[in-house]
């Protein structure tokens, strides 16, 4: 009784506050974001937001190649890897400044799309996903060998390159970067969701619908696909270049599969296919990952209870907690978080117009979802 | 000399490597599951054996506890798939991108539980000490221990009863019937579901016999990182056969073991790059062959 009289509030509250057009939305959202400094945040958690407008650039640059134009990659650690290595090399050798070498390294990156993508075009399906992930391990290994070392510097990468504002204060620093990483996150996620939604993005979204009815309909399917790949390694790049900026360093974990599989979480947090969706997830995972399991938990821990030292399986932990909850969202929401909430909206919109009182909003809400296949 | 070298060590690591390959290919052909945790079937089987081991069962004999380690550690195994691929895999069963993401976090749980049971070591896996298996033979000059002489009639001889399993059996035939026409297979009468399962468990435990044999007779050793390796293995094996092929990974297994130890042998620093030559051998061999060696003419694929 009590619980229906509390569904129907609930109900007929979100109809009327979710009720906001997508792209107030999106303004609110990089409001916040642009305030985010204003906070007085340390630099700490200055750079857990920078990290995200990192990873949101390499996710929604891998939502393009494969939520859009449905080449599964599962290595796109090689773009990120050959942003950092490249801007590293570019000060090693011509002493370039930072602001020169990203342009260059981005050339760099879409070219290295080029010959990449050329292999992987031959190959469909699960095949693509496994050769994929092939490429930046023989890009790691090759850099790790040692006859190589003076060159990529082994297993400790480059370093001492002087990154993006060396002569600011640390707060500063962070804040400058901040809003560095935001600017170029806000100016690539609407190239890419505007190409996404171009007559360009059209003919992406044909090839992952059915190539061969694209290739039927005189669509030179090759040439769409090497593009999808080009733009998509060059945000990849780009991501690549502005981390190791940050940090400092480029290394052979940049390489990893861990990077690789990055973007592919985030996507499937934020919601494949949507360009915006990984941004989103990108937030959840920097915000989940960085300060849920590695700031404030510990903090509880030790203010509560009295935990001084962490126990030493702590930080092993840590990463098994966030692979369960992204295993359990990708079980639950194989859609993501962004697309669900969008769907729900859809449902209260479609239910209030239908009828205004609450409870069968809740049941038309009820019944649609039981009725999706599992 | 070097020539021998790589004959016999490249023919015994041909074996082993097919019988890795072999799972991961048979779960793919038939639930079309590309199953990134295979490779940590490999790692726990290696753990699960250390672990076994060391109650001492049948406490005067070492060889007999070790078999007896052996045994338990594939079951073992086997369960811990069944279970995985009921919680995890089978929700998102015929989602290409979801399986990839669950089967990979899956993997990394593997790794950090094994981290945090058995902690960030390397620990030595290898058979009784004083047993005949450590001892010494020669094959055309090159010294063998009998444990890798074992390590590959057994992997031949598990390939050819799974292949007689898949061919004369009548599961072996639903599971054909489900790989070709999942649908029309549903109609006939074939539980896919408990089918796509049964497999799930025959890859791991191939995957775990392969992954004791592998570490107790060459490696010596395993690690919570160490499922990595078999992946690529496993799956650049799988690529250059052709992904549901068995015979393919057969031929693709022993084409790997040479040219890895072609590698090894003959190229100055080459132990550092060797993880590189399956990946090169895939690119080279999928510019000429898109769907591998044996990609559509047999009885797995669609």
């Keep these: 009784m009590v619980m229906g009289y509390l569904r129907r509030a609930y109900s007929s509250f979100a109809a009327h506050v979710f009720d906001v057009p997508p792209r107030l939305m999106a303004f609110l959202f990089l409001m916040i974001l642009l305030l985010v400094p204003a906070a007085g945040l340390g630099p700490y958690y200055l750079s857990i937001m920078i990290y995200a407008n990192v990873v949101a650039i390499l996710a929604a640059s891998w939502d393009l190649l494969v939520g859009r134009t449905g080449q599964i990659s599962l290595g796109h650690a090689i773009f990120f890897g050959i942003g950092g290595y490249s801007s590293a090399l570019l000060f090693k050798y011509y002493a370039l400044s930072v602001w020169v070498a990203i342009p260059i390294a981005l050339l760099i990156g879409s070219l290295a799309a080029l010959v990449i993508g050329f292999p992987c075009l031959r190959v469909k399906g699960p095949y693509l996903a496994l050769v994929t992930m092939a490429f930046p391990l023989i890009i790691s290994n090759t850099v790790k060998w040692s006859p190589l070392v003076d060159i990529f510097g082994g297993e400790f990468g480059l370093r001492g390159f002087p990154g993006f504002f060396p002569f600011l204060p640390i707060l500063q620093q962070r804040t400058a970067e901040y809003y560095f990483t935001l600017v170029l996150l806000f100016v690539s996620s609407v190239l890419m969701y505007k190409t996404a939604n171009s007559k360009t993005g059209i003919v992406f979204m044909s090839i992952l619908d059915d190539e061969m009815a694209s290739k039927a309909c005189g669509i030179n399917v090759t040439r769409y696909k090497l593009l999808s790949f080009m733009i998509s390694g060059l945000f990849g790049t780009l991501a690549g270049c502005v981390q190791a900026n940050l940090l400092r360093v480029a290394n052979p974990p940049m390489f990893e599969l861990t990077i690789s599989f990055l973007p592919i979480i985030v996507t499937f947090l934020g919601g494949i296919g949507t360009i915006y969706g990984p941004i989103v997830g990108a937030y959840i995972y920097a915000l989940l990952d960085r300060y849920v399991l590695a700031d404030l938990l510990p903090r509880l821990l030790r203010e509560n209870f009295q935990v001084m030292s962490l126990p030493s399986g702590y930080d092993f932990a840590k990463l098994l907690v966030f692979t369960l909850i992204v295993l359990i969202l990708v079980i639950k929401w194989p859609r993501g978080v962004s697309r669900f909430t969008t769907d729900k909206l859809e449902d209260l919109e479609e239910a209030r117009d239908l009828d205004e009182r609450g409870p069968r909003i809740w049941k038309t809400y009820k019944k649609k979802k039981s009725s999706t296949p599992a | ?302």
């Design chain 2, 1 to 302: 000399m070097l020539i021998e070298q790589i004959i016999v060590y490249g023919a015994i690591s041909g074996g082993v490597y097919a019988l890795l390959a072999l799972g991961f290919t048979l779960i793919y052909g038939v639930s079309r599951v590309v199953n990134l945790a295979h490779g940590s079937f490999y790692m726990l089987a290696a753990y699960m054996f250390v672990f076994f081991g060391t109650f001492g069962f049948f406490g005067s004999d070492p060889m007999l506890a070790s078999i007896l380690a052996l045994v338990l550690a594939v079951i073992f195994v086997g369960a811990v798939s069944s279970i995985t691929y009921r919680l995890a895999i089978h929700p998102v069963i015929g989602d290409e991108v979801a399986v990839l993401v669950v089967t990979v976090s899956l993997a990394i749980i593997f790794q950090q539980l094994m981290l945090l049971w058995f902690g960030a070591s390397f620990p030595r896996v290898s058979w009784p000490a004083g047993s005949v298996l450590l001892e010494s033979t020669s094959i055309l000059g090159v010294s063998v221990e009998y444990s890798l002489i074992l390590a590959f009639v057994v992997s031949l001889v598990l390939f050819a009863s799974l292949l007689v399993f898949i061919t004369r059996t009548k599961i072996g035939k639903a599971m054909r019937a489900v790989s070709q026409d999942r649908e029309v297979a549903m109609l006939m009468g074939i539980n896919t579901d408990r089918l796509y399962m049964l497999t799930m468990v025959i890859s791991a435990m191939l995957a775990a016999l392969a992954g004791i044999f592998i570490t107790a007779s060459i490696e010596k050793f395993t690690g919570p990182w160490l499922w990595f390796k078999p992946l690529t293995l496993s799956f650049s094996i799988v690529i250059l056969g052709g992904l549901g092929s068995i015979k393919g990974s057969l031929l693709g297994g022993f084409i790997i073991a040479f040219a890895e130890k072609t590698v090894t042998v003959m190229v100055p620093e080459g132990g550092a790059i060797v993880g590189v030559v399956p990946l090169a051998v895939i690119i080279a061999v999928l510019l000429v062959r898109p769907k591998g060696l044996f990609g559509k003419r047999i009885e797995m694929e669609e």
